[in-house]
């Protein structure tokens, strides 16, 4: 993430990238979300009837692309779908990304691309003949999952300034929670607590970005030190795959034990607060808190259809 | 299976086991397929409309899930679909079914779930929040395939009493056969005949249970023998999978070949009676077989679409 | 491909082969294909509401795959989809195409079939229920691809007589290039150019077939001396699974760089011409020529979404 690049202005016309959204377009988007958590309710609706979403995804993600396709049938389109991009290139070995884009462009009318390069999204937005939406481009960007924790946020608590949000864990390593930062910092009287042990802080590019934003920000080890004022606890998951040796594994896997929600660290948490987690969760939070009213991870996984239900419609206009 | 099992009473919710089926929602459902029937023949209707069926399986079962997909879009439904269930978990090794049914359940209006443990069905039951429907979970339960091969005797002899049923292959191993079995007890005056050599006799949970309710079996190893007074012979498959040795495969190649329903076979059975098979065939059928009208096995495989639109129909309601 | 198979009478039930198509058919079809384009322009219609399509394919091939999947939901119709159609057979060993295609007719009004084998097509259509749209067979055919390459052509130029077509590359083994060259021999002073090196010439059951119809035929090795005078230029893909050794990879490489289309080439193409390629290409056509008017393979392969749909609805109907 570059968090210097300028917000795009005008009507939607790709998803590529959080940093495209600025405040403005952020509420018209979350208004729009909750207007679609109505249609929902309704039973879907048939707005985008007769067009064809695409799922281009060239390394599988079914949760990604399951919320995406449940989004596009709830506004009455229908889906065409590939796990296995690959296979439009491995069996000459070499038909570009762009080729293939252009490709789907005439199959489709807008094209939701999952790939492992950082800025592939953007590459087929260059080229597409029609909207492209960034499920994720390896260690880049993948924008709808820090739209719907945002979104999240003020679904829950009615506000998204004046808020003081505790991140959890992984942050070194974390797109999800480096992006939710990000986005932050474009609200009012935010305050963040970073919560992580020195081998997985986060990173200066974020903290530097915040400082200059003026956004209050403080690192502290003590998880239990830091909830009780929290409006917003984020605990991120550690991702096996960004730690190269068993030995740096085993020393994560110390951290996730040291710092999990459990019923002890809900205790501390203020009544008005709510707990998010980008799913898939394994240890990091004991079941024991799923029943918490404050736990607030499933919720969130469902916000996912009516953020992506309300992208969809704005691209799809 | 645990033929102890209380059927549940009430509206059905969850499709998890055959065991629920009592004899009055069995009659109810079948005469809802048999209206299902009427609306493919008339090219499917709308009823389903806007609703969202997930297909979720951990292991890949492409017949059973095309069947399904066909039933819900007959019915004007749409579908998501996974065949990797896997991946939901595999990346960072531990999500639980249970996390991934309940984030599906905010992206579908109802369950299809594959799994390869038994029992994972009820577990996906209960954290649920939207209809399950078992779709197979390993040697325990696969619901719609033992409901579809007694409607099928029910569409194609016009009657569920007064039957004498034949049995025949690996009645060891087959879960369908067992299932069958079970729910044939429910009706009056079934008579069961199980064709099978020792290594593949059927079990004594199932024997035991059905001499429980009075219904009258009787073992042999002689096929030509036992067809004569048969109104339905229900071959069954031979699974690879279930013998571990090439020793034991090898013999039950030989059973195959020594049961096998040929010409001659066909040749002995009543003029009104019925071949089944759950398919896939191998060698257990002979194909010269197929066109006599007693075969019914293609029919069967379509029935199957006809009762899953009818149990879709039902939760869905 | 067997030049001298006839062409089927009466309505269109399968679509098994490009030779099934005389002259009438064709032009039939293209016109049909041009309504649909309107159709597309227009979001599409509801005409195939209600009725579903299975893609059966033995071999991934998510270009094909997806292409159809878009004509038919931009015809309002649904899809049952598996790349895995293996699976019905895998785990037991043996379950044959007639069975699997027997199966899948009792869930689909259509089957569009991709098999590695060829006559597969042919197998299926022989026992199924529903009409079989043969998506390539191996060796064999490939019926669609011909069928949009001949519907650009005629798109682009406005006419199929009076043609002088330059078809490039690796024409031993391309069925496409075979296909397309059976397909123009149907029409009024079509004039064809083969540029190939010895190793891929154009094999003899097609040279002769063409001689036989009246067709004039040319063969050389250099591009630059045929381009000149062509209306259509065909360049096609070296294909790696064709050449079994490494040696004859590499001389096929040394080929592809020779016959190269590049802007040079394109400046000695009449203005009034076409360029065409079935993709995915790789360096057989410089990027640099993607903007010139004349290069049209882009829009071949979007013309694919207007010919299947134009099939769908004639077996369908």
Chains 1, 2, 3 share one sequence.
Not at 56 to 72: D, I, K, N, V
Not at 78 to 107: C, H, P, Q, W
Request: glycine share 6%; aromatic share 6%; charged share 25%.
């Amino acid at each position: 993430m570059a968090p210097s690049a300028p917000p795009a202005a005008g009507p939607l016309r790709h998803v590529l990238s959080a940093q495209e959204f600025d405040r403005a377009r952020l509420e018209t988007l979350f208004a729009d979300a909750r207007a679609m958590e109505a249609v929902l309710a309704a039973g879907g609706d048939e707005r985008l009837r007769g067009r064809v979403m695409a799922t281009l995804f060239y390394e599988p993600s079914t949760r990604t692309r399951l919320s995406f396709e449940s989004a596009m049938l709830r506004l009455g389109g229908s889906v065409i779908s590939t796990e296995n991009a690959r296979d439009f290139s491995s069996a000459i070995k070499g038909e570009t990304l762009e080729d293939t884009v252009r490709m789907v462009s005439g199959y489709a009318d807008c094209i939701v691309l999952r790939h492992p390069e950082e800025g592939a999204a953007a590459r087929a937005g260059r080229v597409a003949g029609v909207p492209v939406i960034n499920a994720g481009d390896g260690p880049g960007q993948h924008p709808t999952q820090s739209l719907l924790d945002l979104y999240t946020i003020s679904r829950e608590l009615g506000r998204l300034d004046d808020l003081q949000v505790v991140l959890v864990g992984d942050l070194a390593h974390g797109r999800t929670v480096r992006s939710l930062a990000y986005l932050l910092a474009k609200f009012r009287d935010v305050r963040l607590t970073f919560v992580a042990p020195a081998m997985t802080r986060m990173r200066p590019d974020i903290t530097g970005y915040l400082t200059a934003q003026g956004v209050p920000v403080r690192e502290t080890e003590d998880l239990l030190e830091a909830v009780p004022s929290a409006d917003v606890v984020y605990q991120t998951r550690v991702q096996r795959e960004r730690f190269h040796d068993d030995q740096s594994w085993a020393a994560a896997a110390a951290v996730r034990e040291r710092y999990a929600i459990t019923p002890a660290v809900m205790a501390r948490m203020p009544a008005r607060s709510v707990l998010l987690h980008p799913l898939p969760r394994v240890d990091e939070i004991d079941p024991a808190v799923d029943l918490d009213p404050r736990a607030a991870y499933f919720r969130q996984a469902r916000n996912g259809v009516a953020v992506r239900m309300a992208l969809l419609a704005q691209v799809l206009a």
